[in-house]
């Protein structure tokens, strides 16, 4: 598959006319229609219905619409930064996360990264627990920000920065609400909404698992990210056990920690701090920040 491929399919998906794309793309007709034969001979699907008279996309085609433009996209993207790449003295420096809520809590860590380095680009990856030891040790990522897991590897190091306990985020008008903190027992008879245990962490498998081990199936509701878990609840579908959210906010809901489950390590992993002093300072700031958690 090749762009050329990808943008004459484009074309005619747009126009629903071959004459009308060759024009757009200032070739011949014969050479689009050879750049889609080739392209639904490589895909073994047809992705036009083609008479006489009309064009139009077989459901194959319209489900590889969006691929097509998204691989186009991110190679126009890409273009242009190469093009530009001279100009820009910007250094990247790559964070990875568990999920997204998590690069909330360095907000602060950021603005001081960038009082010391200016130049510095932060990008973000959002990294599988399963792949977070290869990344580290590819160097493809410089830190991961992220809770503890079970097992550890040689070479990557971890260092705490504070420790969350699970809470349960319900709705205001929940009658657990009225109390300031929970025990795993005021949990038995509530439908519950959890992040999937098997991409998440080894202390939040626990805590998930001792909640739900008892209830019916029809009481359970797995999700992939913190993010649906909360819009769940908001829907009023359960109480969702999460790990703590600092500085969380929104109206009709309410989070109270479960005190009598065991608090979960949160820190950063890197696999050395020499080579780029940059490293070293996240690091060092990270511990200073952590400290006092109304910077969170």
């Known amino acids: 598959m090749n762009t050329m491929q990808l943008s004459c399919f484009l074309a005619v998906a747009e ?16 050479a689009v229609t050879q750049q889609i034969h080739s392209l639904e001979s490589e895909l073994d699907v047809q992705l036009f219905r083609r008479t006489t008279r009309t064009v139009e996309l077989t459901h194959a085609g319209i489900l590889f619409l969006d691929d097509a433009k998204t691989v186009m996209s991110i190679y126009e ?3 242009k930064r190469a093009e530009h790449s001279a100009d820009d003295t910007r250094e990247p420096f790559t964070i ?15 603005r001081k990264m960038k009082e010391r380095f200016p130049n510095i680009y932060p990008v973000f990856r959002i990294i599988p627990f399963q792949h977070l030891y290869q990344r580290l040790s590819e160097e493809v990522i410089d830190v991961v920000i992220s809770f503890r897991e079970s097992i550890s590897r040689k070479g990557i190091k971890y260092f705490e920065l504070t420790q969350f306990y699970p809470v349960a985020l ?8 009225q109390k300031k903190e929970l025990f795993l027992r005021d949990l038995e008879k509530a439908p519950i909404v959890a992040i999937d245990p098997q991409s998440c962490q080894a202390d939040y498998k626990k805590i998930v698992h001792r909640i739900i081990e ?39 809901l309410l989070q109270l920690p479960i005190v009598d489950a065991e608090p979960m390590s949160y ?23 952590f400290k006092e958690p109304d910077l969170l």
């Open 15 to 30: 126009t629903l006319n071959f004459a009308s794309a060759a024009q757009r793309l200032h070739v011949t007709q014969p």
């Open 77 to 79: 993207r890409a273009q």
């Open 96 to 110: 990875g996360f568990h999920s997204h809520r998590e690069a909330f809590a360095i907000k602060i860590l950021l």
């Open 170 to 177: 319900m709705e205001a008008d929940n009658p657990l609400a």
């Open 214 to 252: 008892h209830k019916f199936p029809a009481d359970i509701y797995i999700c992939d990210s913190i993010e649906t878990a909360i819009t769940l609840t908001e829907a009023g579908y359960g109480i969702s056990i999460l790990p703590e959210q600092p500085g969380f906010q929104k109206d009709g």
């Open 267 to 289: 820190g950063i992993y890197y696999k050395s701090l020499s080579g780029d002093p940059r490293r070293k300072v996240f690091v060092e700031l990270a511990k200073e920040i």
